[in-house]
Structure formats: structure tokens, C-alpha cells
């Protein structure tokens, strides 16, 4: 189990987003999506027919919704759609190998509703050799602000769309035993009301508990038939 590849794109403007799938991505991958949209208006962000949605939130500065599926003859790209015209930016994440039937172990989403220079989130794992994936998004009025993480981290992206105004990093880290872990990404420049989601996955032969990925349990059942 691995990070893959990750793929993003960003719109200044409409209700449409769309996202190519990753490079390399095979069926049976864990595809993780955070897409941010720049309103203050309550959820504008839409679910979507082939992913299931385990967080949605505002601030008032952003507005935030996580998908989540498992990859199954996968089509070139997604779109994500909103029911406000205002920027948008996303990424779709690709994780390899990951246990087939409950690949998040645990998971915390948090959205910041007071300014802060750094994101903390907690995980505790209930299966060994977990991979942790921790995505951060802000907005931002400055191309130079950086994310930086847990020094057991490594990042995977940072990316700052100065015709957005909005931010999205994210790092991995492979963890061995189940214990409690809490991560930091700080960022450089202002503060901000910064959202943080900490998944751990679990391997292909963990196990322990978790959530299931309802659909994209029925679709590895229909591969296995």
C-alpha cells in the first residue's frame, strides 16, 4: 500500500469543477477527493452519483466536501458540481493496494471556524501498518503561503491558485503499530481558518475496525463474481 499519484484542477469561476482520475490508477485503488469552494453560503458543494461523502462543512470562507470510492473501470474524469457560481479547487487522491472491503480505519475532519497558522488532527488506529493521508485546504491571498507538516510526514502537494484565493496541501506517512497519532501542518503567512482531514488506511491484510465504502464494496463483490 502506497500513495499513487494525486490529480487536481481549479475553476475561478461557474458551478462545474472537473478532475482527471489520477495517472496509473487501477481497480481496487482507494480514491480520496477534498474539493473547497470559495463562498461563505452554507454546503454549497453537491454529493455525487458514484462517490459517497463522509464530510461536509463551512466556515464562512470556504466550504469544504470529502468523497470518497474505490476505483472500478474507472472514466477519465470526474465533475464535481456546487449550487453557487465561485471558485473552486480540488484534488482527487490515489492510494494503491488498500484493504478491499474497509480501507479507512479511522479518520477526523475538522474545519477551522477561528484563524490559526497551523491544522492539528487525531487519528487512532485499530490495524497495523496503516498509511496516513492528511489534506489541508485554506483560503488565501498570498502565492507564497506554504504548508510545512509532522516531520514524520512527507508532503505530496502544495498548491496555491492565486485566481482562487484558495489553498490545498497534502502529506503521507506510513505508521506501523495502532496507537493514537496527531499530526500538525503550519502554515507560512496569515493566519487562517484552515479544514484538516487525517484518514488512516488500513493495508489489504488488516484487520481491525473501520467504515465501509458501502458502493465500493459491491463493486469489488461484482469484480470477484
Known amino acids: 500500500m502506497d500513495f499513487r499519484s494525486y490529480a487536481q484542477n481549479f475553476s475561478n469561476s461557474g458551478t462545474n469543477l472537473v478532475i482527471a482520475v489520477p495517472a496509473g490508477v487501477v481497480d481496487g485503488d482507494l480514491l480520496v477527493c477534498v474539493i473547497t469552494h470559495g463562498t461563505n453560503s452554507a454546503n454549497t458543494m453537491n454529493t455525487h452519483a458514484s462517490w459517497n461523502s463522509p464530510f461536509v462543512g463551512n466556515n464562512g470562507d470556504q466550504n469544504v466536501r470529502v468523497y470518497t470510492r474505490y476505483a472500478s473501470s474507472e472514466p477519465a474524469n470526474y465533475t464535481f458540481t456546487s449550487t453557487t457560481s465561485n471558485q473552486m479547487h480540488g ?11 474497509l480501507a479507512i480505519n479511522a479518520e477526523h475532519y ?19 501498518n496503516c498509511l496516513l493521508l492528511f489534506i489541508v485546504t485554506t483560503d488565501t491571498a498570498d502565492v507564497t503561503e506554504v504548508f510545512s507538516w509532522s516531520v514524520s510526514m512527507t508532503e505530496r502537494w502544495d498548491l496555491n491558485q492565486s485566481s482562487t484565493f484558495l489553498q490545498h496541501a497534502g502529506a503521507t506517512e506510513i505508521v506501523t503499530t495502532q496507537t493514537n497519532y496527531s499530526r500538525v501542518a503550519t502554515k507560512t503567512g496569515a493566519n487562517r481558518r484552515i479544514f484538516g482531514a487525517l484518514l488512516a488506511i488500513r493495508p489489504p491484510d488488516a484487520g481491525g475496525g473501520g467504515d465501509p465504502l458501502p458502493m465500493a464494496m459491491d463493486q469489488y463483490r461484482r469484480r470477484r463474481q
Not at 490515489?94 to 472491503?101: E, L, Y
Open 110 to 128: 475538522e474545519l477551522l471556524t477561528t484563524a490559526a497558522a497551523s491544522k492539528t488532527n487525531n487519528v487512532t488506529t485499530t490495524a497495523d
Open 91 to 101: 484534488v482527487i487522491v490515489a492510494i494503491s493496494d488498500p484493504h478491499p472491503t
